[in-house]
C-alpha cells in the first residue's frame, strides 16, 4: 500500500484458480458468486472474491475497525473498511488447486451458511 489505498483484496476472478471449475467446486464458486453480488449491492462498490484470504491493509485503518466474528474474517474485515469509507482495490491473485491435506471449511452448506450469517450481522452493526 502506498497510501493510495487503505485496503487491498486479492481477486481470483481478476487472477487465475486453477479449480474454479473443478466438479467438486462448482456449488462452492455458485455461492461465492452470489454473496460476492449480494455484497456488491449492499456495499455499492464491485466485489468480485469476497472469500480471498489476501489482502493488504494500512494499519491506521485497523484501528477504527471492529471486529467480532469468528470465523468468515475476509468478508467481515471487507464489510467494516468499505463501510467505514475505506479507499478500497482488488487486485488480481492467483489460486493453485489444493496438492495435499484436507480444507478445515465446514461442507458447502454449513459454510455458505456461516459466510451469509457473518454477512448479515455484519452489515446490521454498521
Known amino acids: 500500500i502506498d497510501d493510495s489505498f487503505d485496503f487491498i483484496?486479492?481477486?481470483?476472478?481478476l487472477g487465475y484458480y486453477e479449480n474454479k471449475y473443478a466438479s467438486s467446486q462448482i456449488i462452492r464458486?455458485?455461492?461465492?458468486?452470489?454473496f460476492n453480488l449480494l455484497?456488491?449491492?449492499?456495499l455499492r462498490k464491485k466485489i468480485t472474491d469476497s472469500a480471498s484470504g489476501f489482502r493488504?491493509?494500512?494499519?491506521?485503518?485497523?484501528n477504527k475497525l471492529n471486529f467480532k466474528q469468528?470465523?468468515?474474517?475476509?468478508t467481515e474485515l471487507l464489510i467494516e473498511a468499505i463501510s467505514k469509507n475505506a479507499k478500497f482495490k482488488e487486485v488480481p491473485v492467483s489460486f493453485l488447486k489444493?496438492?495435499?491435506?484436507?480444507?478445515k471449511k465446514p461442507n458447502v452448506i454449513k459454510y455458505?451458511?456461516?459466510f451469509l450469517r457473518t454477512i448479515i450481522k455484519t452489515w446490521l452493526r454498521n
Not at 29 to 34: A, S
Not at 39 to 42: E, G
Not at 70 to 74: A, D, I, K, L, R
Open 29 to 34: 464458486t455458485l455461492g461465492i458468486f452470489i
Open 112 to 114: 455458505g451458511i456461516g
Open 56 to 62: 493488504s491493509i494500512n494499519v491506521t485503518l485497523l
Open 98 to 103: 489444493r496438492s495435499g491435506g484436507i480444507s
Open 70 to 74: 469468528n470465523q468468515f474474517h475476509s
Open 9 to 13: 483484496s486479492g481477486s481470483r476472478t
Open 39 to 42: 455484497l456488491t449491492i449492499l
